[in-house]
């Protein structure tokens, strides 16, 4: 069974496909990130689908790398009797979906073996397959897959089975496109020139980056895993590719990340800015400002990669789940949760990317802004299920506190700095309740601490924020008491973990990980705090958890040396992006102040309407 290390990304902005070690995609949902998946054996075995390419009788890979600057992956393995490489990319989505695959021989001869077991709708569906010249069709119902090849193919067992055999210079490419079994039947890919074409789109795309410095190269492995998760036709960006991979293996914390969560806003919209990709910023400041428009008090702390809002948690029992952990699921329900976080991400990342503007006084989201403002005025007060979506009961969890806070600082500032309308006073009154709150019973006096929620013990890595978002200064004695206590008290082996599950009843059996984000968080905080040395080390330490192609997923088992929880996760990559900025530029910026940028952003003027109904 692959560890989930094992698994390479490729994707062409609409959905993505892991490939394992072994020359296995055991995941692709098609045709969007959200689809059903025709290949699933990530989560069950072979039977749920996958398509292997490799040298009969292989397994693990000799080596594997990206294409300098592409996410088009180069597996090589080398044999007694020669050497070869599988080249494996997604051309950018046109009219159909294709998953490109070309077998060259680099020396030698080498027995080729591939398997191609299609399995619609989570592997549940085994489609009606009818074999031509080059190829085969496969349809059930809705979908519809067309495999192009010059190599031999012949049924076997349900699958389809192509043996082969490459010399040196050969060249076998197999092209699988996904197209509404409705349409017509589509014409082949050249699988030469979609690769040229594919390497020219993300040459140009990496070229964009104004990166440089020590940690050049895992920022633009990192930047290149997020593009890959960014759904083109709305500017969503998924959480991760994958469903139900496990945070604790056997276990049941096993969850849907196929969506798009808005507490992602700020980190985001900072990392991409820093980096120069302004369009990126501006295209998921778009989906934030449709995915919120309507009644403020209807937001939602997910949704769909299109803004849907209704993503009802389905189990699908036919699975085993990743080395058995089950159940398998998808949707999500902890979307329609109450999480007052949310707000304050929302309007601190509007107002990170109005400070990042030419003109910030004519911001057109403002109403919106307003309207979330005026909601929060009377929730903030409100127990809720906190950022870590708690499923035990609703408490005063001191983080959303302090995101209360913050929206009502963002709302002050844009209406003292950028004379945009609205009650200052009263909005600048409530600022200072909520600040007078959340030190007097959000902080643990005896053991100079802040805790996890009003009345608790409990320790929270979320607390590590505070600084960052500007509610106190990183030289203040409570947030050095808090980083001191995360430290000695909410880590393994030096990462840091979400919180104590159980002791935080957080309504589920089982442990899990360290979470990565938060341990990223630590070396904000560190080095905001004047101890740059323990940051550089903490953040080196947490670059070799990478798998050997820069993937980071959600948590890392300290005592198992694993990855652990959904891959590639973009919780984990976006604040890689930003402790490598704040380490380059030596110091800790707050969450609304933009990082060193190489170009100025004109991100407030981009929306579309901005009345509510």
């Avoid at 292997?52 to 594997?64: Q, Y």
């Avoid at 895993?225 to 969503?236: D, N, R, V």
């Avoid at 009345?455 to 979320?462: N, R, T, V």
Wanted: with cysteine; proline share 6%.
């Amino acid at each position: 069974m692959p560890e989930i290390s094992d698994y390479a990304l490729v994707g062409d902005l609409h959905t993505a496909a892991l490939i394992s070690t072994s020359g296995s995609i055991d995941w692709l949902c098609l045709p969007n990130f959200d689809s059903p998946a025709c290949f699933a054996a990530l989560l069950d075995t072979p039977n749920a689908g996958r398509w292997l390419l490799a040298p009969a009788g292989a397994h693990k890979c000799t080596r594997r790398r990206y294409r300098a600057g592409t996410l088009i992956l180069e597996t090589d393995w080398e044999t007694a009797d020669g050497s070869v490489r599988v080249t494996d990319f997604m051309p950018i989505r046109d009219d159909a979906a294709d998953m490109v695959r070309i077998v060259e021989g680099l020396s030698g001869s080498v027995q080729m073996y591939g398997e191609l077991c299609l399995r619609f709708d989570y592997g549940h569906i085994v489609p009606w397959v009818r074999r031509g010249d080059h190829g085969l069709t496969a349809v059930a119902g809705p979908d519809a897959a067309y495999l192009s090849t010059e190599a031999p193919l012949k049924g076997r067992d349900m699958r389809t089975v192509s043996e082969f055999t490459v010399r040196a210079g050969d060249q076998v490419p197999f092209v699988l496109r996904w197209l509404p079994s409705s349409s017509p039947t589509p014409p082949k890919t050249d699988a030469a020139k979609a690769l040229q074409t594919t390497e020219d789109f993300w040459r140009e795309w990496t070229g964009r980056s104004r990166m440089e410095g020590k940690y050049k190269d895992a920022v633009e492995r990192s930047l290149i895993t997020l593009k890959g998760l960014i759904y083109s036709p709305t500017g969503g960006i998924v959480a991760a590719p994958t469903t139900s991979l496990p945070e604790d293996p056997g276990g049941a914390r096993n969850w849907d990340y196929r969506f798009c969560w808005l507490r992602d806003a700020t980190l985001t919209l900072q990392s991409l800015l820093a980096a120069g990709y302004v369009d990126e910023a501006a295209a998921w400041r778009e989906w934030l400002l449709r995915a919120v428009a309507g009644d403020p008090s209807q937001l939602q702390i997910m949704y769909g990669i299109d803004g849907t809002r209704r993503l009802p948690e389905i189990e699908l029992p036919w699975l085993s789940g990743f080395e058995g952990s089950k159940p398998v699921r998808t949707g999500n329900a902890a979307a329609p949760q109450l999480q007052l976080d949310v707000w304050g991400e929302v309007l601190d990342g509007l107002s990170l990317t109005r400070a990042a503007s030419r003109d910030g006084s004519s911001d057109d989201s403002w109403d919106i802004q307003v309207a979330l403002m005026e909601f929060l005025e009377g929730a903030w007060d409100r127990p809720d299920n906190g950022l870590w979506e708690m499923r035990g009961p609703r408490r005063h969890n001191t983080h959303s506190k302090v995101m209360a806070w913050v929206a009502a600082d963002r709302m002050v500032k844009g209406i003292q700095q950028y004379g945009l309308p609205g009650p200052e006073k009263r909005w600048s009154a409530l600022r200072a309740t909520i600040h007078k709150d959340v030190m007097t019973h959000g902080y643990d006096s005896e053991r100079n601490t802040f805790v996890q929620s009003y009345g608790s013990k409990e320790l929270d890595a979320s607390l590590l924020l505070i600084p960052r978002v500007g509610f106190l200064p990183h030289d203040h004695p409570r947030v050095i008491g808090t980083v001191d206590a995360i430290q000695e008290h909410l880590t393994e082996d030096g990462f840091v973990l979400r919180y104590h599950p159980q002791a935080s009843n957080d309504g589920l059996p089982g442990t899990e990980g360290v979470f990565l984000a938060c341990s990223f968080w630590l070396v904000d905080a560190l080095l905001g705090i004047g101890r740059r040395q323990e940051a550089e080390a903490l953040f080196e330490r947490l670059l070799d958890l990478r798998n050997d192609v820069g993937l980071l997923s959600e948590e890392w088992d300290p005592k198992n040396q694993r990855q652990l929880g959904n891959t590639p996760q973009a919780f984990s990559h976006f604040p890689l992006i930003h402790c490598a900025l704040q380490l380059q530029h030596g110091r800790s910026r707050h969450s609304d102040t933009p990082l060193p940028s190489p170009e100025a952003a004109n991100l407030s003027q981009t929306g579309r309407g901005n009345g509510r109904s």
